[in-house]
């Protein structure tokens, strides 16, 4: 698999070792949500813990909503904090690969 100049998570699982995370060529964003029962911010926590020891740059942002907070087919949707993780998602990814 070839490498990505940049990585956007949604409420996924980032439980990976730091050897692993070494391999990533760039910067990481997560959009988390504080009522998910899959995904904790300890989990996160750990995760950016090892993207720092990896040398690499991560970014999360937490929204107070359940898991698949951005998809409009699951319950738990909830629009604004959809509209601001999309705005968010945007604008990183405009810094890192540049204009489209």
Known sequence: MEPV???VVYYGRVNHPTGELRHLKGPVMGHFATHDMWI???MVTLFELGMLRAGKRSISHWYHAGHA???PTRSNYDGADAKLAWKRTLAFLREELGPT
Do not use: G, H, V, Y
Request: net charge negative.
């Open 40 to 42: 904790n911010r300890d």
């Open 5 to 7: 100049d940049a990585t």
């Open 69 to 71: 907070f951005a998809n």
